[in-house]
């Protein structure tokens, strides 16, 4: 058990759809990394929060949005969703940001599947 | 940016043989590199990861990989293959504020 925590574990929603991902990060962790993995594009990194605040972007469509509360859990929101964004979504967490060599610990995904 | 290529999408061995994953990286800097197992349906588990301290990095359940600076290296080895073994693995390298992964290689482990 990594100890980072993600519901629900599986979704399945219509296409036009919103939903929400929720992570709750190891205690102590400040940052939180939300990933998207699927057949054909792999392990893509979405956004990092470190403290509530966001640090990094990556390959996140407009469409997705996701933030980080006093609590330090973490929310990612999904809308009008398409066939496409089936996939499975990790949260990860880590004590700090970035220039270290800290690994980062991974929740068990939740399976977004868009019919 | 750095970035991370692994070569070979699937590799197979037969359970007691030595298993040899390989990663290269690319950096301008000295990199923090990682290595995650991904058994099925289950997240990322970090198996050992390179902080400069030592080029041999030993991790969990046997496996150990060596950084070589002069091949832009850091392949994941285990001496003896397990049934248990089978899973996905994924080298990774810290890039500022988040990690980048390799595209992942599936282990097949035969009896």
């Known amino acids: 058990d990594s100890g980072v925590t993600q519901t629900p574990k599986h979704l399945i929603t219509a296409t036009g759809q919103r939903v929400t991902l929720r992570c709750s990060p190891r205690s102590g962790d400040l940052s939180v990394y939300w990933y998207q993995q699927s057949l054909d594009q792999g392990l893509q990194f979405l956004i990092q929060y470190y403290n509530g605040e966001e640090r990094a972007k990556g390959n996140i469509l407009e469409r997705f949005s996701a933030q980080q509360f006093p609590d330090l859990h973490s929310e990612l929101n999904l809308s009008s969703l398409e066939l496409g964004d089936s996939a499975l979504y990790f949260c990860?967490?880590?004590?700090?940001?970035?220039?270290?060599?800290?690994?980062?610990?991974f929740g068990q995904g939740t399976r977004l599947t868009v019919v | 940016a750095q970035s991370v290529t692994q070569l070979g999408s699937h590799v197979s061995v037969s359970e007691g043989a030595l298993v040899l994953l390989r990663c290269n990286y690319s950096?301008?800097?000295?990199?923090?590199l990682f290595w995650y197992v991904q058994y099925p349906n289950q997240g990322l588990q970090l198996l050992l990861k390179?902080?400069?301290?030592?080029?041999l990095v030993k991790g969990i359940n046997g496996f150990e990989a060596e950084f070589k600076k002069s091949e832009t290296s850091f392949h994941l080895t285990k001496p003896s293959a397990h049934m248990s073994d089978a899973a996905e693995y994924f080298c990774a390298v810290r890039d500022t504020d988040k990690l980048i992964f390799g595209t992942g290689t599936r282990l097949q482990v035969f009896p």
């Open positions: 990860a967490s880590s004590v700090d940001i970035g220039g270290t060599a800290r690994e980062a610990f």
């Open positions: 950096s301008s800097v000295p990199p923090y």
């Open positions: 390179y902080t400069s301290a030592a080029t």
